[in-house]
């Protein structure tokens, strides 16, 4: 960016600065008449940018210190942005583990946690050390009372694997962290917005925990009780990493894809742009809920009650919709009820993303908004389409893990359109 010839070829900015770089040893006359030699200068113990005032040279010769650190600057924030983006992509990745680990019935074969990660077994005795530990839970007693060594390894090993990438996750987010705040990439609002993803980060990982304990209690002892961590737990575990992903995302987007402005003369035309913006934002809102309904589905085995659609079974309603008391429980312990709720808000979300694309022909928007309520459109229908393929199909681990995804590819297009819309006209 700086080409110091510049300056030789400058007859009248610096004179004797055009003669230093040049390779003269001429002597000079400064505008206080005082006489001197470049030789004489260069071994004098002041600094050279003390005395030839570079700095005043350079504001002198228009922009281009203000052009250098631009660049600079530019480059900082795309590294953040980059190192936000692989967080959340980090974090998306951690979401499918855990959904594949839940639907192998894989999540209670850890039986301990430690911070910094268990040691895995490397011998024979090591496993049937780990396996002892294992049969001593209700998951083994009641459940898994024939499974054999070789199952519970790779039960084991799909638990371990998504652990141990929540720790990566933890590490990959700390050191680039504290890398970007030393050297001041950082700036105020951001640096609030790091101290809350490292918190949510750790109070993940001591959920995650909390979450497994509860299906490790000695608290099963019905008929018809089947060894599972809380339906609460897990959906409290899945709110904070959806959160924790957004967050990330709308971080890394500030970064790399700042939205754009767009003008609009008519007042009528920004009052309806802008309820587009709330109706994007509900939007929004109905995904995140219709995902943490689903946490409740996944954690009661909701989706094996009516694999039926439209209908469950041979009704619109079920007559086991409220057959618990007090009624208000069975919105979040009844499978059946769970099954129900899920399914309503499914079909309203889409409704409402059908609707938002509708009116997004008809809204001036930002270029790219075009795009993500598109996108966002064919989302929805792919996802409702996995959810009733997962119900017919008695929830195979492909397919529910796919719908899984689905809802978080879902909840990334909300959030990449309510982006684009932050800086309409007021």
Known sequence: ????????????????FKQLVCGSSKSFTSKNGLAGSYRTLLFNRQPL?????????????????????????????????????????MVFV?????????????????????LLGEKMPRTQEEWE??????????????????????????????????????????????????????????????????????????????MGWYMVKSGLEDRFHGENDIPRVSQYRLATHLSLAFVLYTLFLWSALDHLIPAETVSIASKAAIKASRKFRMLAHTSKALIFLTAVSGAFVAGLDAGLVY???????????????LALKPQLSNFTENPTTVQFDHRVL????????TYLWYLS????????????????????????????????TYVPTSIAASH??????????AVWLTHELKKLPK
């Open 1 to 16: 960016m700086l080409s110091i010839s510049r300056f030789c070829r400058t007859g009248n900015i610096i004179p004797p």
């Open 49 to 89: 940018f003390n005395n030839l005032k570079i700095t005043n040279a350079l504001r002198s010769t228009g922009t281009v210190a203000i052009r250098l650190s631009s660049d600079v600057s530019n480059k900082g924030k795309k590294a953040v942005g980059y190192w936000l983006l692989t967080c959340s992509g």
């Open 94 to 114: 951690a979401v499918v583990l855990g959904g594949v680990t839940r639907l192998t019935e894989s999540g209670l074969s850890m039986v301990t946690w430690k």
């Open 129 to 206: 050390e780990e396996f002892r530990k294992y049969q001593q839970y209700p998951e083994f007693k009641i459940k898994n009372r024939d499974i054999t060594l070789s199952e519970f390894k790779f039960i084991w090993h799909m638990e371990y694997g998504h652990r141990q990438w929540g720790r990566a996750i933890g590490a990959c987010f700390l050191l680039p962290a504290i890398y970007f705040w030393g050297k001041g990439r950082l700036t105020p609002g951001m640096k609030k917005r790091v101290l809350a993803f490292g918190a949510l980060i750790g109070a993940q990982g001591l």
């Open 307 to 321: 694999n039926s659609f439209p209908k469950m079974g041979e009704k619109w309603v079920p007559e086991d919709i």
């Open 346 to 353: 499914g079909v309203t979300t889409l409704g409402v993303v």
């Open 361 to 392: 022909r008809k809204r001036i928007l930002p270029p790219r908004a075009y795009k993500a309520a598109t996108v966002l459109g064919c989302l929805a229908y792919l996802q409702v389409a996995l959810g009733i393929t997962t119900l017919l």
């Open 404 to 413: 899984q995804t689905g809802s978080l590819a879902l909840l990334s297009t």
